[in-house]
């Protein structure tokens, strides 16, 4: 991919706020020439995304972007230096929080929207217990990895046998697989994470009927599951057991015709305009750059400040990539307690990690670092912008339901595929992705939108990305109006219009439980 966008390689680095000492570059800037002209040329050429020091920073002094903290300097930074991981580092970050100190401001960032601003509904598939679905699959579910082969031999014979051309209103066979199920604790958070993991997809608005596959004599069992969630719907459930019928291929050929038997049901369902404060929308970034926090996750955020205005919910995730911002979040609580549970969470990460000889601020990737991000601080500021600017109204546990409406923090991984698990689990039913790196990203029965930080990226990867955010900085497109277009194509998409991820058959594989706890 070439270094410079067409349009920016003429335009002077970017300076996101004016107490930034470090500005940004939007364009590849070559060893020996002063980017801002400051008399000092660069010993080194510096890729776009990349920071360069506005004025000269003292070893130990803050180094800020978007008027934020995001490291420090370990080495004397000269005017017009290059600004990266070679001088500057994570050091202590604020902890004194101010709870709540911006939650006027929060409640009045809901935009206010007229009769005729905006749609206000979707076609979705509406459910007997209230909820509305984007998509109407049958899933398969495996309770231990031993039933895994199965379940996807079986959704491979259904998807390509051509039975479901008969039946329009059927988005198709989904296998969830995994590799836990026994081998586990029979109590504790690992068996429950699965459990909610498990019963979530089973029960998710998107699915319409589900048949659980285990081996029969696994830790993990249907029957306990039901005792602990069932809401008086077993009838949309079906259980089946390798050791009970027959061996592999028996069971195989069972779950094809138990699906035969369920198409006239599950089709019975139609699309009907359904308003849009029944959607969940899960938050995902991955493979993020230096313009992710400039681009495609303000312009997401403002997306879901649209959708949060319509009485929606959108779920940010992946605590150990909010690390350094939680003040972002803990300004805007909605309570006392929605903040002490965010702050219980950020305490749990930072014990968890040192007890696995790690720590939080060993993030970014090296890919994030490549792209431009240099401490976990950046990354976080970054990253938190996608989730707009509305009020922080609940935090919830790994795959727990979520209630909404509004803003909701969940408890996850940074690694996406476990993030956007647990975010479909607690009844997401789209999710928006954004990257600067790239990413081959997707998710069912959850469809993703991915969302490209710059235009490189979107000529590059055009059969993956759904919307192109790099034009904010290219031809100067509005965050509002990108924000706008990003919310129509979100919209849409919950309609049933396909995306990249869906048309290259992405997301069979991104089904990664949260594994917690003693493997026995």
């Not at 249907?222 to 259980?239: I, P, Q």
Request: aromatic share 4%; hydrophobic share 40%.
């Amino acid at each position: 991919m070439p270094d410079t966008e067409t349009g920016l390689a003429d335009r002077p680095p970017l300076v996101l706020s004016e107490r930034d000492n470090v500005a940004v570059l939007a364009a590849r800037a070559e060893a020996g020439s002063d980017p801002l002209e400051l008399g000092a040329p660069l010993s080194a050429a510096v890729a776009p995304g990349h920071k360069i020091a506005r004025r000269p920073i003292g070893i130990g002094e803050p180094v800020v972007k978007y008027g934020q903290v995001i490291g420090y300097a370990t080495a004397p930074i000269a005017a017009g230096e290059h600004v990266h991981s070679h001088n500057c580092e994570i050091g202590e970050h604020e902890r004194a929080y101010r709870i709540s100190d911006k939650l006027a401001e929060a409640r009045a960032a809901i935009p206010r929207l007229n009769d005729g601003d905006i749609a206000g509904s979707f076609l979705g598939y509406q459910r007997a217990d209230g909820r509305a679905g984007t998509r109407n699959m049958i899933a398969l579910v495996a309770t231990v990895n031993c039933s895994a082969t199965v379940v996807r031999r079986a959704a491979d014979i259904l998807n390509a046998s051509g039975m479901l051309d008969d039946w329009p209103n059927i988005d198709g066979v989904v296998a969830f697989a995994h590799g836990t199920g026994c081998g586990m604790a029979s109590n504790g958070p690992g068996w429950e994470i699965l459990q909610r993991v498990l019963w979530g997809h089973a029960t998710h608005p998107n699915v319409g009927a589900a048949v659980f596959v285990g081996l029969g004599c696994e830790v993990m069992q249907v029957a306990r599951m039901k005792a602990l969630y069932s809401d008086g719907a077993e009838t949309r459930f079906h259980g089946l057991a390798i050791q009970e019928n027959g061996g592999t291929r028996a069971t195989i050929e069972r779950i094809v015709e138990t699906v035969r038997e369920l198409l006239p049901e599950v089709n019975r369902t139609a699309r009907r305009p359904t308003p849009v404060s029944a959607l969940k929308l899960g938050l995902q970034c991955g493979g993020s750059d230096g313009w992710s926090g400039i681009t495609a996750n303000p312009a997401l955020g403002i997306a879901c400040d649209l959708l949060v205005a319509q009485g929606a919910t959108v779920v940010l995730s992946e605590t150990p990539e909010i690390f350094g911002a939680e003040q972002l979040l803990l300004s805007r609580a909605a309570s006392q307690e929605v903040a002490d549970r965010l702050i219980e969470r950020i305490r749990w990460w930072e014990d968890y990690a040192a007890k696995n000889g790690a720590s939080l601020d060993q993030n970014p990737s090296p890919g994030n670092k490549a792209g431009g991000l240099t401490t976990i601080l950046e990354k976080s500021l970054g990253a938190v912008a996608k989730a707009g600017a509305t009020p922080l109204n609940e935090v919830v546990g790994y795959g727990e339901q979520v209630k909404g409406p509004g803003l909701v923090f969940m408890d996850t991984p940074g690694y996406d595929p476990v993030s956007a698990t647990g975010q479909i689990a607690g009844g997401c039913q789209l999710v928006a992705f954004t990257t600067g790196r790239g990413s081959a990203f997707g998710s069912k029965p959850a469809p993703t939108l991915k969302i490209a930080t710059s235009d490189r990226l979107y000529r590059a990867m055009r059969e993956d990305m759904d919307v192109n955010a790099g034009d904010v900085l290219e031809t100067g497109v509005s965050l509002a109006e990108k924000g706008r277009e990003i919310h129509d194509r979100l919209i849409a998409a919950a309609s049933g219009e396909q995306t990249k991820s869906e048309a290259l058959g992405l997301g069979d594989h991104e089904f990664v439980p949260w594994q917690i706890g003693a493997v026995l």
